[in-house]
């Protein structure tokens, strides 16, 4: 596996975040002027191959993978079409947790899953599952986010308030999420064949 291939991953895996030289030069156990070196050779070829549709940017001192300003109107359209693929078991899960937990912070999310949620959050936004509930006070005052009247329509519900109630027992607690998870899923698919 070559430097580059490995570069490439690394910057698609950190997403819009992107990574430092020295992050990177870390990971692969070399000095950080290799690092630039090599991106500066995947930069400029990826910027004159036009069969690729990505190119490295710099924001101060990260890197990031970025798709190409040409192919914008594509990239648009693609994000105006609704999607007919279901959620994913995180995505869902992460729903769920603002569901029964809003407004509540990314940070709140994560404590609950154990897991980033960066993603997931982006796919229920973009889906207008969830919404922006203004922001938390405290340091760095973190977005919060409550669901939206399009995830009443999606569980058809009238309010909140019709939600599965969540008792103390884990098992309980598991079969009314396995319930919640159903009700959307069957409520999806209806909404595709639609």
Avoid: C, W
């Avoid at 549709?53 to 990031?64: A, H, K, M, S």
């Avoid at 509930?133 to 986010?145: D, K, S, T, V």
Wanted: charged share 30%; proline share 4%; no cysteine.
């Amino acid at each position: 596996m070559t430097n580059e291939s490995i570069i490439e991953s690394l910057l698609f895996a950190a997403g819009d975040e992107g990574l430092s030289a020295a992050q990177m030069a870390d990971v692969l156990e070399v000095d950080v002027q290799t690092v630039q070196h090599v991106i500066e050779r995947m930069a400029e070829a990826f910027l004159h191959d036009d069969m690729r549709g990505v190119t490295i940017t710099t924001y101060g001192e990260d890197y990031r993978l970025m798709t190409k300003k040409e192919n914008a109107p594509f990239i648009q359209a693609l994000a105006e079409k609704p999607s007919p693929k279901t959620l994913s078991q995180a995505a869902l899960e992460t729903l769920a947790i603002i569901a029964y937990n809003q407004p509540v912070t990314r940070i709140e999310v994560e404590d609950i899953r154990g897991v980033k949620t960066d993603r997931p959050i982006a796919t229920l936004a973009a889906r207008g599952l969830i919404e922006e509930a203004g922001r938390a006070e405290g340091a760095g005052r973190p977005i919060l986010y409550k669901t939206t009247t399009e995830f009443l329509d999606a569980f058809q519900l009238k309010s909140l308030d019709e939600l599965p109630s969540l008792s103390e027992g884990e098992v309980q607690v598991q079969q009314e999420a396995d319930l919640f998870f159903d009700r959307f899923e069957e409520a999806m698919g209806e909404t595709i064949e639609e």
